[in-house]
């Protein structure tokens, strides 16, 4: 366990430490006016308290993904330990605070926006396409997860379309009502629930000193079928939006628009970020118990959700593994909403279509709920389904975070100077190693080509293909300076 403990205090010297460094590089202006003030329209840019949006913040981007994604990740051993750590710090809570606050910058400007503008129009127009189909995946996922949750622990028997079908509906009403009548009010008392299940499992962890692997003993892969799930790139994969999600970057403009002075943006973008990445260690560290030999309870071949009902009926009362399960569905449920929500800005952004009447809101809103619901009955139908979408969905996730990561890494070459960039460029770098390899290697089953090729040729064209944007990026960044100079 002093692994864990070391994990614990490295996440929050992380934020003191680089995130004041990276608060520093972007150079944040208390006096600058925000969207919030300039731009307020009752909706969505809407003024709100820095704890309430701190708590919104956290809530949008935890979803199940520091829950369910760490219990899948930590199938492979400690490495998911040191993935959480180092991923949250270096790469996911940069990732977070400065797309948060370029978009703060940028009138409140949709990511894919952001893309487009310092990515290039092609790659705007891709990744308006790309961000929503995440987000109706997205929204899929965290409508089946709450649903199956609340039809295994609170109402077995029941049609689970049932849960659906009020979930898409609450979904709805949150996705069209202006943003400080439902999120702003209720979802800081969620935030508040999520960190206080962490809390009660990192209690339960003094109580019964479960043995955790530790990272000195080896991080060799424990996976339940490592032949066919590798570390590299399959953790990386797994653990979406435990380290690092572009998903989030999807969710920070909704706070830029609600907040009033930048020098908040640590707190609410960096510091969300870390606090996730605690509690995505804490159930990492509490599935690793579960998945070693020590374990009371079987869970081999249970799914993320199920192990989450077994880790709190083991180490809690009735009453409050009734409130850690409640925890879990409330995460996943203020994620997906927030998602639809993210997709119906981005669309309205695109078509340039006014979003102060609510009709206009419905003509945009509709025609995708018709959409989610409509994978939603496949991944139901299929006995493989849901298993398909949450890989894709994490790989496109992964995607997202790496093309996030590039436009700010030109944004800083343009607008910061020295070598600043290399704070995102290496993580760039990284992910792109981490999704190109990810196409090659993982097998049919998981979405990649790994069935019909050998696994260092899939290495290979990973490598491949990130040795090309490097190159890419060094031509583009001679050119730059070669102008600068000639401008200059």
């Known amino acids: 366990m002093i692994s864990f403990f070391i994990g614990v205090a490295a996440l929050l010297l992380g934020y003191f430490i680089y995130g004041k460094f990276v608060e520093k590089v972007f150079g944040i202006d208390p006096q600058r006016a925000t969207p919030a003030t300039t731009m307020a329209d009752g909706v969505d840019y809407v003024p709100m308290k820095p704890w309430r949006i701190y708590l919104i913040q956290f809530l949008n981007i935890a979803g199940v993904g520091p829950i369910i994604g760490a219990i899948m990740g930590a199938q492979f051993g400690t490495a998911s330990f040191l993935w959480i750590v180092l991923g949250s710090i270096f790469a996911g809570a940069v990732h977070d605070f400065l797309a948060g606050m370029i978009s703060l910058r940028d009138k409140g400007a949709s990511l894919p926006e952001i893309h487009g503008t310092y990515l290039g129009t092609g790659a705007k127009q891709v990744m308006r396409a790309f961000t929503i189909i995440l987000m109706i995946l997205v929204g899929v996922v965290f409508v089946n997860t709450p649903a199956t949750l609340l039809n295994n622990n609170f109402t077995q028997g029941w049609n689970p379309?049932?849960?659906i079908i009020i979930i898409l509906a609450y979904y709805l009403i949150a996705t069209l009502l202006p943003i400080d009548k439902l999120i702003g009010k209720i979802y800081p008392v969620f935030g508040i629930l999520l960190l206080g299940m962490a809390v009660a499992i990192f209690i339960a962890f003094l109580i019964y000193k479960p043995e955790i692997p530790e990272l000195w003993n080896g991080m060799q892969n424990t996976h339940p079928d490592a032949p066919n799930n590798p570390i590299f790139p399959m953790m990386f994969i797994s653990i979406a939006c435990g380290a690092i999600s572009g998903f989030h970057a999807t969710q920070s403009p909704l706070m830029a628009r609600c907040m009033t002075n930048e020098k908040q943006g640590r707190p609410i973008f960096y510091g969300a970020m870390i606090t996730e990445g605690i509690v995505a260690l804490i159930w990492a560290a509490a599935a690793a118990y579960?998945?070693?030999p020590d374990s009371v309870v079987d869970v081999?071949?249970?799914?993320?959700a199920a192990i989450v009902g077994i880790i709190a009926n083991t180490w809690f009362t009735p009453v409050i593994a009734t409130i850690t399960i409640l925890g879990v569905i409330s995460a996943a449920v203020t994620s997906g909403d927030t998602a639809l929500r993210s997709a119906r800005l981005i669309i309205a952004d695109f078509i340039h279509f006014d979003?102060?009447?609510?009709?206009?809101?419905?003509?945009?809103a509709i025609p995708m709920f018709a959409i989610t619901a409509a994978i939603l009955v496949y991944s139901i139908s299929d006995a493989n389904g849901f298993q398909l979408i949450w890989r894709y969905f994490a790989w496109a996730n992964q995607v997202l975070a790496t093309v996030t990561l590039?436009?700010?890494?030109?944004?800083?070459c343009k607008n910061k100077g020295k070598q600043w960039y290399l704070i995102t460029l290496i993580p760039a770098l990284f992910m792109t190693m981490v999704t190109g390899c990810f196409l090659f290697v993982a097998k049919a089953a998981d979405g990649g080509l790994g069935s019909i090729l050998p696994r260092p040729v899939g290495y290979g064209i990973g490598a491949a293909i990130t040795i090309t944007c490097l190159i890419g990026f060094a031509v583009w960044l001679r050119n730059l300076r070669k102008t600068s100079i000639i401008n200059s």
């Open 161 to 163: 379309y049932i849960w």
């Open 290 to 292: 579960f998945f070693g």
């Open 300 to 304: 081999t071949g249970k799914s993320g």
């Open 355 to 364: 979003q102060r009447p609510i009709k206009n809101r419905l003509l945009v």
């Open 406 to 412: 590039w436009a700010i890494t030109v944004y800083l």
